[in-house]
């Protein structure tokens, strides 16, 4: 009997022991987290009110001419291509689209006024979560893909003048996610197409999609977007399809908007997407950079200077990736899915289901 009292006594010992050690170690692992979060935080670029047509209009262009951007439509690839989407998806909707009805910013010449395009109105503001943590090699993004700044209010009203050409009836809700990144990206021996839904993240908390919509057509150019570009889809995910105005473009730490621009987000690849303007602030074009939207130069990387490989957006189509010039940790075509998962490979998915008759628009934007 008393064998046995000292048996169990032994082992409750051993496991306090244990717990103590293990909640120890947890504690450590998490000031270490928060520092790196804190570190993040330090250099964050900040998130503007909200913007409006008219600070796209003050905007640094340099040459680009924001009343006459070409419409992208058509640049679908099945490789990597400059000035193009390398698109997973390859068939898309055919039927026309709830906001077929396009108004005078776009113009015949097959370009678009992005100065004039109609933004969705409103002001409502989210209670965004959104942290960067780096751990052994690993940035984990863990939000609840709300945006930090105001958006719009979706659905879009019908006494909403934007309501003429864009219908959306979906509404902007949260979904907690992780997602797993490499701290420090390698450029795969191949690059990979990028899918539809979720290809990345800015630091706004909203996620960034590629430049199509389900028509496979240049969705900055015909989607009416709040004033920070952004809108929801069908799952209620806000995102953007190019890079917002709401999240200021200006070299870290600095008031003048001169050198090379700040860190604006991740792709799902673990690579930086910078702003517009490349080594000595110049705006980029796509002649700029590679097949994948991006280039490789001396950045200031989680606080060192590396040379590394590096997205950048640009004004003009695709205006943000063109294709994973890394390993996509995040495959999903649905950003409902299990986060932190590989999804199903979308390279040649099934066509998009039919349209609803006329009227019901759920499940038509992306
Ligand atoms: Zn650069
Ligand atoms: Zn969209």
Redesign the pocket.
């Known amino acids: 009997m008393r064998f046995h009292f000292v048996k169990i006594f032994l082992l409750v010992f051993g496991l306090l022991v244990v717990w103590s050690f293990a909640g120890e170690q947890m504690a450590e692992l998490r000031r270490s987290q928060a520092a790196a979060v804190e570190a993040i935080r330090s250099t964050a670029v900040t998130v503007a009110p909200n913007s409006s047509p008219t600070e796209i209009a003050k905007a640094s262009n340099q040459g680009v001419d924001l009343t006459r951007i070409p419409i992208g439509d058509g640049r679908i690839s099945t490789a990597p291509q400059v000035g193009y989407v390398w698109s997973c998806r390859t068939r898309f909707r055919t039927s026309a689209g709830p906001y077929a009805n396009s108004g005078a910013w776009v113009q015949a010449d097959g370009t678009y006024n992005l100065r004039t395009k109609p933004t969705v109105k409103g002001s409502v503001t989210w209670p965004s979560q959104f942290e960067i943590a780096l751990s052994d090699g690993v940035r984990s993004i863990i939000g609840n893909r709300l945006p930090k700044h105001p958006t719009g209010q979706f659905p879009i009203a019908r006494n909403d003048p934007a309501y003429a050409f864009d219908t959306n009836p979906n509404s902007i809700t949260s979904e907690d996610y992780q997602v797993d990144l490499p701290a420090m990206p390698e450029v795969a021996d191949t690059a990979a197409c990028v899918p539809m839904g979720r290809i990345g993240v800015l630091r706004t908390g909203g996620y960034i999609?590629n430049a199509l919509?389900v028509w496979g057509k240049d969705?900055v150019a015909y989607?009416i977007?709040d004033s920070c570009q952004?809108?929801?889809?069908r799952h209620g995910a806000y995102?953007?399809?190019n890079l917002t105005t709401c999240l200021e473009d200006k070299i870290e730490g600095s008031a003048q908007v001169t050198g090379h621009s700040a860190l604006v987000g991740y792709a799902f690849d673990g690579f930086g997407i910078y702003g517009h303007r490349g080594e000595g602030g110049k705006v980029l074009t796509n002649a700029d950079l590679d097949a994948c939207h991006g280039h490789t130069h001396d950045i200031t990387w989680d606080g060192k200077k590396v040379n590394l490989y590096h997205y950048h957006a640009t004004w003009e189509y695709p205006y943000t990736i063109g294709c994973y010039r890394g390993t996509p940790v995040v495959r999903s075509n649905n950003p409902q899915g299990p986060p932190n998962r590989q999804g199903p490979p979308d390279f040649q998915g099934p066509p998009p289901p039919q349209m609803p008759p006329p009227g019901g628009g759920e499940g038509l934007?992306?």
């Open positions: 999609f919509d969705a989607e977007q952004g809108h929801p889809e995102h953007y399809h934007f992306f």
